[in-house]
């Protein structure tokens, strides 16, 4: 199947509503709805979880970097016998991410 192109019209109103960055991936979204016969609602859907997907990806990478923290910085790879001193309840509170449907 082509993939289908985009209209500069449909580039520039994205661009202007500063949602140039789903050009990244809209065409090969086009060529999936149309595969699955994706409804235009849920077609848009999956373009704008698209977009949301990757700007909280981009902000999550922000923070970490203006944090300071490395990349290879995981709670996975924490060493629990560290001779560190921590709240161990407050570090479990926020491995839990409760806070963030607060």
Do not use: C, N, Y
């Amino acid at each position: 199947m082509k993939r289908p192109s985009i209209e500069p019209e449909l580039r520039q109103a994205l661009k202007h509503l500063k949602l140039g960055r789903i050009l990244d991936t809209l065409a090969d979204r086009l060529v999936i709805a149309e595969k699955q016969d994706l409804s235009r609602e849920d077609f848009l859907l999956l373009v704008l979880t698209d977009e949301v997907t990757r700007r909280q990806s981009a902000a999550a990478s922000r923070r970490a970097a203006d944090a300071g923290l490395e990349a290879d910085m995981l709670f996975e790879r924490w060493d629990k016998s560290a001779s560190v001193s921590f709240d161990k309840r407050l570090l479990s509170e926020l491995t839990s991410l409760r806070f963030v449907g607060a």
